[in-house]
């Protein structure tokens, strides 16, 4: 859900601020090793999705939150996608819907589509590996 990473539609700022300040707090602790190069806001689907662009030691990664709906994105590298705060449903090429909650996490491939649902605010940590 990177910028350079997926191909996505830009849109208006979202709500979710109590969901956004939790997973601005989970990167933030994410370790010692992290080292910020930048930040970048991205705003998808009306504003429905998004994320906040940062450079960690592991390369880049965002967090973010979705609201709830069902969205379609791209990938242009592997995206390690894990779920800070709520359940998100993801179907990847070729497989089911799977969910997945807090805690929990989901490997995109590179150059693919994936699907994913949230029937409620959802918050996320991507690293995007290349």
């Not at 539609?9 to 990167?27: L, S, Y």
């Not at 965002?62 to 994105?73: D, H, L």
């Not at 089911?96 to 605010?121: H, I, L, T």
Request: charged residues 20%.
């Amino acid at each position: 859900m990177n910028e350079s990473c997926s191909r996505l539609k830009q849109g208006e700022p979202a709500r979710g601020a109590r969901i956004w300040t939790v997973a601005v707090d989970f990167i933030v602790r994410a370790g010692e090793n992290r080292h910020l190069v930048g930040m970048k806001h991205n705003s998808y689907f009306d504003g429905k999705v998004q994320s906040l662009a940062v450079g960690t030691a592991d390369g880049p990664a965002t967090v973010g939150v979705i609201e709830p709906g069902e969205y379609s994105f791209g990938t242009d590298c592997v995206e390690h996608m894990h779920v800070v705060v709520g359940t998100l449903k993801a179907k990847l090429p070729g497989g089911e819907w799977q969910s997945y909650a807090g805690g929990q996490s989901f490997v995109v491939p590179a150059n693919v589509r994936f699907e994913v649902q949230a029937a409620g605010d959802v918050a996320y940590l991507c690293h995007y590996k290349r």
